[in-house]
T-cell receptor, first 111, second 116 residues
Framework: EDKVVQSPLSLVVHEGDTVTLNCSYE??????LLWYKQEKKAPTFLFMLTSSGIEKKSGRLSSILDKKELFSILNITATQTGDSAVYLC???????????FGTGTRLQVTL | NAGVTQTPKFQVLKTGQSMTLQCAQD?????MSWYRQDPGMGLRLIHY???????DQGEVPNGYNVSRSTTEDFPLRLLSAAPSQTSVYFCASSYAPPTSGNYEQYFGPGTRLTVT
């Protein structure tokens, strides 16, 4: 059975800190790994990763995939209170629209 | 573009009642999915569709039906509501197939359902 495990479950940091969120996966047919940010409502797409070692970057957020060790990390530098959210990692099996989600990491950024 | 819209935003049902959660998108996306989100469980796929007239089961399909008569609409029907179906339901759509290099799902705002 495909599985996506995220750690830590929750995290509290001070504004300006750098955080690293982890996502490990066990899958039978890897296609891609996706990161989403969920604030109060719907998840919003951050990154899709398909190749090992290639960093994707958007502003203060970056992510990288290690297909040999089966994990991905999401880094957020110089955190702001607006980064407070649940960050979801999902694996795409490539079978139609099937995404398997992890339970998420709840990040709280305090002043 | 309105994106992905869902109605209603909130719903309370009694056990045994049936209802339909509506989902529509105006982006001409072929791929649409329904997820439920429960505390500590993440998002779980209920049903999905790869185009009008084609649907398939996801991870947790029992108790739910779907149909896809048009590209735009993908309603989710609860046949006989149970307290275990209390959850937040998200509809999502995407243009590209999951095998593409540009697979991005757009989520609707969600429907919070309580079954008593």
């Amino acid at each position: 059975e495909d599985k996506v495990v995220q750690s830590p479950l929750s995290l509290v940091v001070h504004e300006g800190d750098t955080v690293t969120l982890n996502c490990s996966y066990e899958v039978t047919n890897f296609r891609s790994l996706l990161w989403y940010k969920q604030e109060k409502k719907a998840p919003t797409f951050l990154f899709m990763l398909t190749s090992s070692g290639i960093e994707k970057k958007s502003g203060r957020l970056s992510s990288i995939l290690d297909k040999k060790e089966l994990f991905s990390i999401l880094n957020i530098t110089a955190t702001q209170t607006g980064d407070s959210a649940v960050y979801l990692c999902a694996h795409n099996t490539g079978t139609a629209s099937k995404l398997t989600f992890g339970t998420g990491t709840r990040l709280q950024v305090t002043l | 573009n309105a994106g992905v819209t869902q109605t209603p935003k909130f719903q309370v049902l009694k056990t045994g009642q049936s209802m339909t959660l509506q989902c529509a998108q105006d982006m001409n996306h072929e791929y649409m999915s329904w997820y439920r989100q429960d505390p500590g469980m993440g998002l779980r796929l209920i049903h999905y569709s790869v185009g009008a007239g084609i649907t398939d089961q996801g991870e947790v399909p029992n108790g739910y039906n779907v149909s896809r008569s048009t590209t735009e609409d993908f309603p989710l029907r609860l046949l006989s509501a149970a307290p275990s179906q209390t959850s937040v339901y998200f509809c999502a759509s995407s243009y590209a197939p999951p095998t593409s290099g540009n697979y991005e799902q757009y989520f609707g705002p969600g429907t919070r359902l309580t079954v008593t």
